[in-house]
């Protein structure tokens, strides 16, 4: 065997043994139709066209299976000699999109997948496909396309998308529209038309007074929400065009239901879909579907759930609302906004009114009583913190904004570092540490002007009861930085179970057991701000979360403290930075149950 024959070999043996962990299959000596594609998966973005394209030069493909997840795919083809064909021609010399060589195997027979989109779509979600023709597709980009490009309208750039409003504007921070407030940007009279369409088709009962205009680059999204139930009657209509886009929808366990929107389609939510279910799209370049949705007989008999890649295009999404003055007639109670709103809205009067008296009471006094046990519960620094600290310039100022105990000093030489903190006690600890502490509020820093060349803000900006005053929080920040330094900041995370358990759920044995469920009655506390049950699921953004001071002394009674948190909605942190000016967000990620947004000051 010669030497290239014999990397070739290892390749394909490794290759196999990872395919084997997977699925129950082997490799064959002698020819056989079936073939493992090495190097050549959804995972490494390759399509079904581009095997498709590849291979059909060489013989009849009869079926190509992508797997989730996976770097590798199956194909059969059409008879032995087109296999062998293909083995001979291509093992080891094929080139797609990655910089790896595609390999082939002779296996004995290909898996079996499920269907990824068996699941049930929520009751009153409806899909036009076609809703309008392609002619009116070009008119509506060229409409909307001139007012991005012009600045015409209500709206904004997010950081995941631009945004055009009409008739009145949708805040995204609490989902909802003010019917009292009209904007001067009227709906389009082209819109007018699609609305009279919708009504005369019996989709909706009647003409929206809300538009929003979302204009999607590829590699962009829309978290996770429900439209609250006040903002707006008991339907919306969401036009696709321009790109086709996979949308996902979460019913109220967190289970996914995928729904494949087409370019030119109307999307209907009405009833539960609209009510109870969340939708969002995941910020990527490109959706896995199964292979039926593109419309494309890529096989001689191909199968529904036989997936492939959709590459992304720039996206304008056109949804239709009607405002909506009075209470909600739904009748979802347990997800209604408007029932709960007596709560609710008495607590947001209450923060506004006492933001200042609600911090001292609930966060600054409560450091000084558990200073020494909070520190010792705080020794272990998170690694992408350090590795932002790491990343600084030598002999560059880091301001550590909220030190705690300061276990981000010292973690690094070469650095001028400086905690800051509200806390007397605190403070002690880090001086006793042998750093520098500086008794700062947030708002009011007391640092001159773009001195340092980083600042970390981890897990301190949350306990800031406004939205004007976390905002406020990152501009003093972001005046202390130089131009060009960067900033980290860290804040509590509302889903504690985006990627895996976060590490607060994981303390807490039954959630292990069974879905957490949500709390079966709501504690009021201090200034009525709901009461949070530790190590279970957070059921309100602005909450207290209790804090159990054990003492020493076995004679001593244990005491509570609550402190107050607002804990963060995907997407939410990223607004504020946006809001606040003057800065860039350059990352954002999700740590352990915390959003995380690195940024760059302009």
């Not at 996976?70 to 059969?76: D, G, N, P, Q």
């Not at 109670?333 to 609600?358: G, H």
């Amino acid at each position: 065997m010669k030497k290239t024959d014999r990397k070739l070999h290892k390749k394909q043996v490794k290759a196999l043994n990872i395919v084997k962990k997977d699925y129950l299959i082997n490799s064959c000596e002698e020819a056989t139709r079936n073939l493992l594609v090495c190097n050549a998966g959804l995972m490494t973005g390759t399509s079904r066209e581009d095997l498709l394209q590849a291979l059909e030069k060489y013989g009849k493909v009869e079926n190509i299976i992508m797997m989730p997840r996976k770097s590798y795919s199956f194909v059969v083809m059409n008879c032995v000699e087109d296999s062998k064909r293909v083995m001979e021609e291509l093992n080891g010399n094929m080139f797609l999109d990655s910089n790896a060589p595609i390999f082939f195997l002779f296996i004995d027979q290909v898996p079996e997948i499920e269907d990824p989109w068996g699941t049930a779509t929520p009751p009153g979600l409806q899909v036009l496909p076609d809703f309008v023709s392609a002619e009116e597709e070009n008119c509506l980009l060229g409409i909307f396309s001139a007012m991005f490009e012009n600045e015409e309208g209500s709206g904004g750039d997010l950081k995941n998308r631009r945004v055009k409003h009409f008739g009145f504007e949708f805040d995204y921070s609490t989902n909802n529209i003010d019917a009292n407030k009209p904007i001067s940007s009227r709906i389009p009279d082209k819109c007018h038309d699609l609305m009279e369409r919708m009504v005369s088709m019996g989709l909706i009962p009647h003409v929206g007074d809300q538009l929003t205009a979302n204009l999607y680059s590829p590699g962009q999204g829309i978290p996770p929400h429900t439209d609250s139930h006040s903002c707006c009657t008991d339907w919306l209509c969401s036009l696709s065009l321009g790109s086709s886009i996979l949308m996902e929808l979460k019913d109220p366990q967190e289970e996914i239901c995928p729904v494949w929107l087409p370019s030119r389609s109307l999307l209907v939510l009405r009833e539960e879909a609209r009510y109870c279910w969340k939708h969002g799209i995941t910020p990527r370049h490109s959706d896995i579907i199964p292979s039926c949705l593109t419309g494309k007989r890529d096989a001689e008999q191909p199968r529904g759930n036989e997936l492939t890649l959709h590459k992304r295009e720039t996206r304008l999404s056109l949804t239709f609302r009607k405002s909506l003055k009075g209470e909600c007639e739904c009748k979802f109670r347990n997800f209604c906004d408007r029932k709960r709103s007596t709560v609710l809205d008495d607590l947001s009067e209450s923060l506004t009114l006492n933001a200042a008296t609600v911090e001292s009471r609930m966060v600054h006094q409560v450091y000084e009583e558990i200073a020494a046990h909070f520190s010792e519960t705080r020794h272990k620094p998170w690694p992408r913190v350090v590795d932002f600290v790491m990343s600084l310039p030598y002999g560059g100022v880091l301001l550590d904004v909220g030190c705690g105990n300061g276990k981000y000093l010292g973690v690094r030489d070469g650095l001028v570092e400086i905690g800051s903190d509200f806390s007397h006690n605190l403070l002690k600890i880090v001086r006793d540490r042998g750093f520098q502490g500086v008794r700062s509020d947030m708002l009011y820093l007391g640092f001159k002007d773009g001195i340092a060349c980083g600042i970390i803000c981890i897990a301190v900006l949350h306990h800031l009861s406004t939205p004007d005053r976390r905002i406020f929080a990152i501009q003093e920040m972001t005046r202390v930085l130089e131009k060009g330094g960067r900033l980290l900041i860290y804040v509590w995370a509302k889903d504690q179970k985006k990627e895996e358990m976060s590490s607060y759920l994981k303390q807490n044995k039954k959630n292990f057991k069974s879905k957490s469920a949500p709390e079966s009655s709501l504690q009021l506390g201090e200034f009525g701000l709901p009461v949070h049950k530790n190590r279970t699921d957070f059921q309100y953004q602005d909450l207290l979360v209790p804090w159990k001071l054990k003492s020493s002394d076995v004679s001593v009674e244990e005491k509570t403290f609550n402190r107050y948190y607002h804990v963060f909605q995907e997407g939410e942190l990223e607004d504020l930075i946006s809001a606040a000016g003057n800065l860039i967000v350059t990352e954002s990620y999700y740590d352990q149950g915390n959003w995380c947004c690195v940024c760059k000051k302009m």
